[in-house]
């Protein structure tokens, strides 16, 4: 069984503030993947990025990061300098078992101030 | 570069009516995969389809059918619709083969049962 928590309902930050979203998966496989949506209020669900469990390698895309670690089972992204345009839920999703369908985990709300 | 399309991409129904939503993929797509979002809710998935024949079925009712046609176009069809049916409907297409997990997703459609 695969599944993805992610335990921040909502987080409001001023702009210009950094913020981190957790995400914590539960997959028994070795190989899966892991990905980031953004659903902002328009309700369209914008891919961010995708990782496989074999590159822990962290990545940075502009004010965007996230931080994959497999010892904690943790695949955390950071806005840096948060913008009001970054408003949107935010979902980590979860691909594992040679399924090529992602299982969501229940999405943070992200509320930048200006 | 074209995306998925949806549509409506707003619809009101009575409850135990019927509803079609109509998804067309990326072209050159294969796949397709239909989400339901309750509000506040994370997507759920429903079913896919693959070369026209159903692949995987996720947490879809009974009430509910949906088929992929020769030009790849698939349709959700729901019928004897509940309150509980309000949701937000995603489509997403991708190519086999292509990076696993990779879904494209349409805007949504939005179904709501009055």
């Known amino acids: 069984a695969q599944k993805v928590t992610q335990a921040q309902t909502e987080i409001s930050v001023v702009e210009k503030e950094d913020v981190t979203l957790d995400c914590v998966y539960e997959?028994?496989?070795?190989?899966?993947?892991l990905f980031w949506y953004k659903q902002p209020p328009s309700g369209e669900l914008v891919f961010l990025i995708r990782?496989?469990?074999?590159?822990?390698q962290n990545e940075i895309s502009g004010r965007y990061s996230w931080n994959f670690q497999k010892s904690t089972s943790s695949f955390n992204f950071t806005i840096t300098a948060s913008q009001v345009v970054d408003s949107a839920v935010y979902f980590c999703?979860?691909?594992?078992?040679?399924?090529?369908?992602?299982?969501f985990g229940r999405g943070t709300s992200l509320i930048v101030h200006p | 570069a074209a995306g998925v399309i949806q549509s409506p991409r707003h619809l009101i129904k009575e409850k135990r009516e019927t509803a079609t939503l109509k998804c067309y993929p990326i072209p050159r797509h294969d796949t397709v995969y239909w989400y339901q979002q309750g509000p506040g809710q994370d997507p759920q998935f429903l079913i896919s389809f693959y070369e026209k024949m159903q692949s995987d079925k996720g947490s879809i009712p009974d009430r509910f059918s949906a088929q992929q046609f020769s030009d790849y176009h698939s349709e959700l069809n729901m019928s004897s619709l509940e309150l509980g049916d309000s949701a937000l409907y995603f489509c997403?297409?991708?190519?086999?083969?292509?990076?696993?997990?990779?879904?494209?997703f349409g805007e949504g459609s939005r179904l709501t049962v009055l």
């Open positions: 990782r496989n469990s074999f590159d822990e």
């Open positions: 997403a297409s991708s190519l086999s083969g292509g990076a696993a997990g990779e879904l494209f």
């Open positions: 997959t028994r496989d070795t190989t899966y993947y």
């Open positions: 999703a979860l691909i594992s078992g040679g399924s090529y369908i992602p299982t």
